[in-house]
């Protein structure tokens, strides 16, 4: 080859463009990318470690379920534009997401109790709003023993009064207020007020021995901790928390209500850890949500997604025969009822 046809070749290659990175190397979408991991791997390790602390750790993990949907959805989006390092530790993020997300879809064995069995029902009224009228058909449908009231207004016992309640659950402890302050315990059978269980951060918190005809007497408590909707509050709520009622090894313990948390907060699965059964986890029903504004953002279109924040929690010990999620009728929660066999 002769120096002529060298020097020619150089100056072609000096006058050819540049190559450009392939558009899924560019050095953007690999920063946005990342960026994107990086904000899975903190949830996750917030939602693993129980580090939720602030409104806005406290509010988002609520949303464990969707935010592994979006994870993945993530990791395809990683995958089809080849950043495959990315794409693993986001799907390994998930995946772990999803684990602890599993054991409430998968049904558990049950203690063989042998005691009485006892239907719980928890409504929520909505200040006041909901339909009374459906709420007394369910209770007249499933029988509830035991029924915790959330949001009982001033006017609320009367509403029950008329329509009936008074005579299919005779005995009752009722503390209506303003707004959503209000709680009310209704039961088939007679019940003494524990009195060291009253009205803590915001709303009444109502607990009670119950008197049951047969078999093992238990304390029954319509659960209403503070709601997590500030900055303000979050301390309400986790001194609320605190204060709810562990096993103690006296009469079992049955808690039902509008718990303002999921199975996903930390001081919800504290609560759990020191003795109590989660009555739609045990039945696999766990994924099935119970709140979700009745408002929303552009008109409508756009809402908070639906959460699990209304449980039934049972001492260990006593059965989970069944749970169920109802409609709703003019509340934002969905009212819930529970089968449970005692010891």
Request: negative net charge; glycine residues 8%; hydrophobic residues 45%.
């Amino acid at each position: 080859m002769s120096d002529t046809t060298v020097t020619l070749q150089h100056a072609d290659r000096e006058d050819a463009p540049a190559q450009r990175r392939p558009w899924y190397r560019r050095r953007w979408l690999r920063v946005l990318s990342w960026l994107g991991t990086a904000g899975v791997v903190a949830y996750a390790a917030v939602r693993l470690f129980g580090l939720e602390s602030g409104f806005l750790l406290v509010t988002t993990v609520a949303f464990v379920p969707y935010f592994v949907i979006a994870a993945l959805v993530g990791t395809g989006i990683q995958a089809a534009v080849r950043h495959w390092l990315a794409a693993g530790v986001t799907a390994a993020m998930a995946v772990a997401l999803a684990i602890v997300l599993v054991p409430r879809a998968v049904s558990d064995d049950q203690p063989a109790a042998s005691g009485a069995e006892l239907t719980v029902m928890s409504v929520n009224l909505y200040v006041g709003n909901a339909n009374f009228d459906y709420i007394m058909e369910l209770v007249e449908e499933h029988q509830p023993d035991l029924l915790s009231v959330q949001e009982l207004t001033p006017g609320s016992p009367d509403a029950f009064t008329e329509r009936g309640l008074d005579e299919l659950m005779p005995y009752s402890i009722l503390e209506p207020d303003g707004l959503a302050v209000g709680t009310g315990l209704y039961s088939r059978y007679p019940l003494e007020r524990i009195d060291t269980v009253g009205r803590d951060a915001i709303f009444y918190q109502i607990a009670a021995e119950v008197d049951l005809p047969e078999g093992t007497d238990i304390r029954f408590m319509a659960a209403h901790p503070a709601a997590p909707a500030s900055a303000e509050r979050i301390p309400l709520w986790e001194e609320d928390y605190e204060q709810l009622p562990r096993p103690d090894g006296g009469l079992p313990w049955v808690l039902a209500g509008d718990f303002n948390a999921t199975l996903d907060h930390q001081n919800m699965r504290e609560l759990l850890d020191s003795g109590y059964t989660d009555a739609a986890e045990a039945t696999g029903e766990g994924l099935d949500t119970t709140w979700q504004p009745t408002g929303g953002y552009l008109n409508g279109l756009i809402k908070i997604p639906a959460v699990t924040l209304d449980h039934v929690i049972a001492e260990e010990g006593i059965e989970v025969l069944d749970w169920e999620v109802l409609e709703k009728a003019g509340s934002d929660h969905a009212p819930v009822v529970a089968r449970l066999r005692l010891p």
